[in-house]
């Protein structure tokens, strides 16, 4: 994943989602094909586990799983990356530092993807961003602030 090109964006609605209108639970699944750049969204009130079940996405262990929550009268996303643990390809400093270099770009699909959303409640533009970066090592095993979404460009 590098720029994200819309041509190769395929976004799916589950769940009889609200297309335009945030009601929680809103979850995505992020998933792409390294051979192809093509990224996969879904859109639902549960995460596309279906997505997700296959094989070498279970090796790989890079999708992305993001929500959005309300805390204190404000909603936020929280997005939820697999750095180590279980089966997965590579160690935890790598994924890591990939799973941060391409944080931009999986912002920018969530919005991209779920333009109608953003387009219909700019108010969610103020949302702030929290990563829970999920590992079995502590060194890596945190939840960070990463900024608001009026702040990714677009």
Same mark, same amino acid.
């Given at each position: ?110 919005? /991209?993807?779920?333009? $109608?959303? +953003?387009? @219909?409640?700019? %108010? =969610? ?14 060194? /890596?095993?945190?939840? $960070?602030? +990463?900024? @608001?979404?009026? %702040? =990714?460009?677009?």
């Amino acid at each position: 994943m590098s720029e994200l090109n819309p041509e190769k964006l395929h976004v799916v609605y589950k769940d009889s989602i609200d297309i335009d209108k945030l009601e929680l639970p809103r979850k995505y699944t992020l998933t792409h094909s390294d051979s192809t750049g093509e990224l996969f969204l879904t859109i639902g009130t549960e995460y596309d586990y279906d997505q997700i079940s296959g094989l070498y996405t279970r090796f790989m262990r890079d999708e992305v799983l993001a929500e959005w929550q309300k805390k204190n009268g404000n909603y936020e996303l929280h997005l939820f990356l697999h750095v180590s643990g279980g089966f997965c390809f590579g160690w935890a400093g790598l994924r890591d530092r990939i799973f941060r270099h391409h944080l931009p770009l999986v912002l920018e699909v969530i919005r /991209y993807g779920d333009k $109608e959303l +953003f387009e @219909r409640m700019p %108010e =969610i533009k103020n949302a702030k961003i929290f990563v829970h970066f999920e590992s079995n090592r502590k060194k /890596y095993d945190k939840i $960070e602030y +990463f900024g @608001r979404i009026k %702040e =990714i460009p677009f």
